[in-house]
């Protein structure tokens, strides 16, 4: 069995609307994005919701926790906006044991220059693979675990609490 | 202590000489690609050589062995081309124990389009935080121990022997 | 005598700012695109403003004109928000005679993938060389005169009037 | 009626091959690069052949010049390696004259980064709607008539040679 893949919004998946000048999700790129990495992971890809975090709910948090449990991987990778991915890491925490669960974005939407989209996404695969059960959030190349992680908002970077 | 990332040429640091129409190698861009993917792993980046394989000597690769042994890092990431990265970790198994040595490369230089570069530099450097000692590639997503990796000369991927 | 360009702002030179999720400008991008394409055209560039025309005024628009017509160059490339450059284009229109005026823009950032910029930029400044005097706006690939032009907000492209 | 666009092969239409590590030539991608541009202009492609220039024979340069005068169209673009753009644009002058003939290419490969290519297409096209008739070679953001224009082979350049 390999790795379950959801896809739930957040900044990796955002375009750019010429015409409003405004982003918004089209389609998820996580599928071309290991193509392009030349993966060859054993993958199951599912979009569960393409929700900006900002607009996510607890209900939309219960749903992905869900499921989490409800599947059969025991390897979950799950791609989710920044700004929130603790609180949903915490959530899940509260519901699955016995899995290694890993979160990961991008603070730069894939499709435009300078994004840490394709890095995160190997980074986190890769985490996935080998990291104990539990649940943790992968940024910036490291892999934090839920409880001793928070995203700096001033710099944009996930760092320790202690 | 951080991670030692050894950058050693191969088709990862090739770019296109536009009056020839040959590849060469210029600079490396790891440093570059990490800064990109925003990475916060502390590392100790050094270029040993710019090297493609196919020019690579045992005396190279007992460079590259030797470099492993003697720094301090127990966990090094090696940048090589893909062609003969199986033959310098079988070297590199015969002369570092008790050290987590990874090694990757790319299929398509770096600032070409569709290069894999990007995903496998952030799978590598997860893989080198996370493995147990031993010397692995690290390609395609994957980490395969150098005992039982080959590349396939006609896909491209690389694949267990078994 | 080489080509004026002025740069004044738009979507063209717009940045992602990862830490809010707004665009942005920083500096403008025109110089490393001609190096890019690899121009040998002799040009001098000079950046009069960084505003995005919905802030744009009337005593901008003067400003541009004013600097169109005392400029020692005759032929003239102005880089401008895609929005009201036929706007823009009127008023210098009402100003400058006995040169050749060319605006053009983008509809993506250049920064972002999916850019028409290096295709327009190339299209413009070969038109401001062979263009009789008049002023124009050189989008899609082509140049049309100031009073024979709008855009089509609906779908983004300039059209004619007629 | 509108621009006749003729592929040629040459650098622009090159892409890297990741198991040998060679270029060669797969589609053309001018379409899909004057989709990239937005491009409003009616045109006509055509691929006649897809030929590195080192290996193009004159009989291939009298098949390009035969197309050019057997069209309907009044004004060409053609895209074709640098090396010999001008031994080509030669021959085409001894055969066609009452049109406007563009001859265009790239340093680099299309695919890969820093190309010129759609800089040079835009400024190709432009110049193929606005010049008297005549031949011309346009790179490096100009053009020049085929009898005052030479490739410095060590610069990459191309120059008037008065």
Same mark, same amino acid.
């Given at each position: 069995?390999?790795?379950?893949?959801?896809?739930?919004?957040?900044?990796?998946?955002?375009?750019?609307?010429?015409?409003?000048?405004?982003?918004?999700?089209?389609? @998820?790129?996580?599928?071309?994005? #290991?193509?392009?990495?030349?993966? =060859?992971?054993? +993958?199951?890809? &599912? %979009?569960?919701? !393409?929700?900006?975090?900002?607009?996510?709910?607890?209900?939309?948090?219960? @749903?992905?926790?869900?499921?989490? #449990?409800?599947?059969?991987?025991? =390897?979950?990778? +799950?791609?989710? &906006? %920044?700004?929130? !991915?603790?609180?949903?890491?915490?959530?899940?925490?509260?519901?699955?044991?016995?899995?290694?669960?890993?979160?990961?974005?991008?603070?730069?939407?894939?499709?435009?220059?300078?994004?840490?989209?394709?890095?995160?996404?190997?980074?986190?695969?890769?985490?996935?693979?080998?990291?104990?059960?539990?649940?943790?959030?992968?940024?910036?190349?490291?892999?934090?675990?839920?409880?001793?992680?928070?995203?700096?908002?001033?710099?944009?970077?996930?760092?320790?609490?202690?």
């Amino acid at each position: 069995m390999g790795i379950r893949i959801f896809a739930t919004g957040g900044t990796f998946d955002k375009e750019y609307n010429e015409i409003t000048g405004n982003l918004f999700f089209k389609d @998820t790129h996580v599928p071309q994005m #290991l193509t392009l990495g030349r993966s =060859r992971v054993e +993958i199951d890809f &599912r %979009t569960l919701m !393409m929700i900006d975090s900002r607009d996510m709910t607890e209900q939309d948090r219960e @749903t992905i926790a869900q499921n989490c #449990l409800h599947v059969d991987e025991e =390897r979950i990778l +799950i791609m989710h &906006r %920044t700004d929130t !991915m603790v609180e949903t890491a915490r959530l899940i925490a509260a519901r699955v044991t016995d899995k290694t669960v890993v979160l990961t974005g991008a603070m730069v939407p894939y499709t435009f220059g300078s994004s840490d989209g394709l890095f995160n996404l190997g980074a986190a695969l890769a985490f996935a693979q080998t990291l104990p059960h539990g649940i943790y959030v992968a940024m910036n190349g490291r892999a934090l675990p839920w409880d001793n992680v928070r995203k700096n908002r001033r710099t944009g970077f996930f760092e320790e609490l202690s």
